[in-house]
Every structure is written in structure tokens, then in C-alpha cells.
């Protein structure tokens, strides 16, 4: 028997996990008239047999218009503090985002600075979170120079923080090739000189596809590695040795990929 859906009914949407998803939710949600939303990826949803169920079905139209209605209610900064929360790829704060559209939309203007609705600080901490990690990763990302040319640099970040990054590395190498890869989320970017493309672990977009041949480094970066390390165990002097302040600025997930840790 179909469940009875009514305005206090709470409903489960399913979404396919994308940002285009989450949005295309939230237009469904006011289409539908659907007031208290249980918002899950779809393989990640809750089992309760007593709410009714929505799959949605991710529509890039619905999407741009949920978009350009929140482009409307927020400033530009809000708008990539929203774009950054939803990075963070977590369960509870894709529903605070969900909250937080919703918020937005039936609110008048200025509704987004209201930070004591639950949603808009749970965004805005997660943004703050990402955006660290973002940071973290100019400074922590090591290219290698391939025999190739290429210059590859593997990371493996709290966040997906890959979309973030773009235009700073674009913008301080456009004069050579790269590839940064993100092992967590099995994808990197790739610079051709021109664009930038997403890669997946064998073929870039635009039928562009990186060897495994490419991986082998040059002689020269080799050889640069070498000296670096040599250079950080001279510098690194045991007795003023602080590994706890060490920590803070450069915590232990990112030292296996950086080449003055590799003192092996």
C-alpha cells in the first residue's frame, strides 16, 4: 500500500550523490511541496519503513534554475562557501545544505548571515574546514618531473578539494604540463598548456590518455630528489627537533607526499 503523503510528512529523498543532484532535490522538494526532507545518497540511505520515498532523478535544467535562484540571494563569497560545504562530501551536511537552500529561499534577503539557524553554521564551519584543506594543498602538493615532461603530484586530502585548486596551479605552472591525482577519490586535473581536464587512473577527458609510461621519472628529478632529502636531513638538527609544532603546520597525513619525507 503506498504510503500517504502529507505537508507534515517527513520524506526521504534519494540523490545520486552529485551537486547537481542535491539541487535538482531541492527544486523537487518546493515542486512537490515537500516541507521536512530526509536527504540521502543513494546508497547510503536510512532504512524506515514508515517515510515515503522520492528517487531523484538528477536533471541539469532544475539544477541551474535552483542555482541561479540562490546566486540571487547570496553574495559571491557565500555562494563558494556553499560550492566548498558541499566538498566536503559529508552524509550531514549535504542535508544542511539542503536546509540552508531552503532557508534561503523562504526568507528574505539577507537570511544567509543569520547564523544561528543550524544549517547556516553548519555550512559555514564545513566551508571553513574545507577551505583549510584547500590551503594545505598549495603548499603541500610536490610535483616530479616524468621522463616525459609531465609533472605529476599525488595527494590524498581530507576533502575534494581538486575543484578549488584549479586556478592557482593553472595560474603558477601554465608554462608546463601537470597532473595532480587525488588517490582517495580514484581522479586527478590535468594541464595540457591549454585547459585543464578531469583524469580518471587511465584516460583524461577529451580523449587525452596519460601512459603509465609517463610515471617514470626523469633521471634529472631523480637525482633533485636525492639532493633535497640530503639537504633536509643537514638541515633538520635532532636537538631543536619540535615534531609537536611540526604536526601543526604540516600534519602527518601529507608527509608521504612530500620528498623531503622520503628520507629513505
Known amino acids: 500500500m503506498p504510503h500517504l503523503i502529507t505537508h507534515h510528512s517527513v520524506v526521504q529523498y534519494l540523490f545520486d550523490g552529485s551537486f547537481s543532484g542535491l539541487l535538482t532535490a531541492v527544486f523537487e522538494s518546493y515542486a512537490a511541496r515537500h516541507c521536512h526532507v530526509a536527504l540521502f545518497e543513494q546508497d547510503k540511505a536510512r532504512n524506515n519503513f514508515f517515510d515515503p520515498v522520492v528517487i531523484i532523478t538528477t536533471t541539469p535544467e532544475k539544477a541551474l534554475r535552483v542555482w541561479k535562484g540562490l546566486k540571487k540571494k547570496l553574495t559571491t563569497a557565500l555562494q563558494v562557501e556553499y560550492y566548498s560545504a558541499f566538498l566536503a562530501e559529508d552524509a550531514a551536511v549535504m542535508q544542511q545544505l539542503f536546509n540552508y537552500a531552503r532557508f534561503v529561499f523562504d526568507h528574505a534577503a539577507g537570511a544567509a548571515a543569520n547564523y544561528g539557524h543550524p544549517a547556516v553554521m553548519a555550512v559555514q564551519q564545513m566551508a ?37 585548486v584549479r586556478k592557482h596551479f593553472k595560474d603558477r605552472y601554465a608554462d608546463q604540463r601537470w597532473l595532480i591525482y587525488d588517490r582517495k577519490r580514484k581522479y586527478g586535473i590535468y594541464y595540457d598548456l591549454h585547459a585543464i581536464h578531469e583524469v580518471l587512473i587511465e584516460a583524461a577527458a577529451a580523449g587525452t590518455v596519460v601512459h603509465a609510461a609517463e610515471m617514470m621519472l626523469d633521471a634529472s628529478e631523480a637525482l633533485y630528489s636525492t639532493l633535497w632529502k640530503d639537504y633536509f636531513k643537514s638541515t633538520n638538527i635532532q636537538e631543536r627537533k619540535n615534531t609537536r609544532l611540526h604536526i601543526r603546520h604540516v600534519p602527518r597525513r601529507y608527509w608521504r607526499h612530500l620528498t623531503e619525507k622520503q628520507l629513505g
Open 128 to 164: 571553513q574546514k574545507v577551505s583549510r584543506e584547500r590551503h594545505r594543498m598549495k603548499a603541500f602538493v610536490r610535483f616530479q618531473k616524468t621522463a616525459c615532461g609531465l609533472y605529476i603530484a599525488a595527494i590524498e586530502p581530507d576533502y575534494n578539494v581538486l575543484p578549488l
